[in-house]
């Protein structure tokens, strides 16, 4: 299973972003998407990501606060993609945000995989 972000940049702020991260390879289901972001200097924190139900019925976002009514995690399950619409960005969320999804592999039981990063700037 590989994961392979795109969409970042540099924006001005108060602009937006969309970021996108495609899963491919061979499982059975995904079991949540979302994304991690690491600022300079700083540790990697959970931004955003959605859990599904067992039978992928069914999603549930979970934000970080301070990035709640900013950003909007997505999952479109049939493209194994998940988005991240990122608005109102503010210098302090630039980082480099990576992509992670823990899915039902194929050998049985479930595995996080992260994808290459991608580099979101946003100047002031």
């Known amino acids: 299973v590989q994961l392979q972000a795109s969409g970042g940049g540099l924006v001005q702020a108060g602009g937006s972003l969309r970021l996108s991260c495609v899963a491919s390879?061979?499982?059975?289901?995904?079991?949540?998407m979302g994304w991690y972001r690491r600022a300079p200097g700083e540790q990697r924190e959970m931004v955003a990501k959605i859990v599904t139900s067992g039978d992928g019925t069914h999603y549930e976002e979970n934000y970080a606060d301070s990035m709640k009514g900013r950003f909007t995690v997505s999952l479109d399950n049939y493209k194994n993609t998940v988005y991240l619409q990122m608005n109102n960005l503010d210098p302090e969320d630039t980082a480099v945000y990576f992509c992670n999804a823990n899915i039902w592999t194929t050998a049985g039981g479930s595995q996080d995989y992260w994808g290459q990063g991608t580099l979101v700037t946003v100047s002031s």
């Open positions: 390879g061979s499982f059975f289901r995904i079991n949540s």
